[in-house]
């Protein structure tokens, strides 16, 4: 089975902080995706990873950025935090470029004050 | 631009009562259409990928079914346990790679 981990499953922060989120996936997979999910609006993709070292922008990029040094690990960076970030963080990662179905963590919730 | 449509937005049904959840779409080169399961507070489950019009996958009470326009998640004499919100998602070829598009789901709730 799949198995993807997000370091938090809650988290609080002041405005202005910055922050990480943290994505570790145990299969090998080559792509890994960050999303943030918020009702009424869906899951939107923020940016993914073909690769170690790799990265892409997805459909909201801005606010974000990412770090992949290790295969297993995608992290998400907020730089400054700002209310507007407020949201459920959802990490996935997917075999390789060739398949298309991508397996989920289990969430961060995140909240900024 | 792409789009993903789920309809309804929530559904009721009572324990055996059979019903189908619409995912429809509008896309310029499907590469795959994916229907997810979603409980409250977790990361969406994967549940199928349909590839071609006329392609059925079936797990247990559920079945999905895909046209070229449109993909159905039948769900057969539902339990409590299949209550979730249920995702569908479209694989698009974006120049050098490709991304899901999902749309915003159905709420389904299973009443004894």
């Known amino acids: 089975d799949v198995k993807v981990t997000q370091s938090s499953r809650y988290l609080v922060k002041r405005t202005g902080e910055k922050v990480f989120l943290e994505c570790v996936q145990d299969?090998?997979?080559?792509?890994m995706f960050w999303y943030r999910q918020d009702p009424g609006l869906g899951l939107r993709l923020i940016y993914f990873?073909?690769?170690?070292?790799?990265?892409e922008k997805g459909d909201i990029p801005e606010g974000y950025s990412v770090s992949r040094e290790k295969k297993e690990r995608f992290s998400l960076i907020l730089e400054s935090a700002s209310t507007n970030q407020t949201s459920m963080y959802l990490c996935?990662?997917?075999?390789?470029?060739?398949?298309?179905?991508?397996?989920f963590g289990p969430g961060t919730r995140l909240t900024v004050t | 631009e792409d789009q993903v449509t789920q309809s309804p937005e929530a559904l009721r049904l009572q324990e055996g009562e059979s019903s189908s959840l619409n995912c429809s779409y509008t896309?310029?080169?499907?590469?795959?259409l994916f229907w997810y399961r979603q409980d409250p507070g977790k990361g969406p489950e994967f549940l199928f990928t349909?590839?071609?019009a006329g392609e059925e996958k079936e797990k247990e009470r559920l079945k999905a079914t895909l046209t070229k326009k449109e993909s159905f998640l039948h769900i057969t004499a539902p339990k409590p346990e299949d209550s979730a919100t249920y995702l569908c998602?479209?694989?698009?070829?974006?120049?050098?790679?490709?991304?899901?598009?999902f749309g915003t789901g159905t709420q389904l709730k299973v009443e004894l």
């Open positions: 349909l590839y071609s």
């Open positions: 896309v310029s080169g499907l590469r795959g």
């Open positions: 990873s073909y690769d170690v070292k790799m990265k």
């Open positions: 998602a479209v694989r698009v070829l974006t120049g050098g790679g490709n991304k899901l598009t």
């Open positions: 299969m090998d997979h080559e792509n």
């Open positions: 996935a990662s997917r075999r390789t470029s060739s398949h298309g179905e991508q397996y």
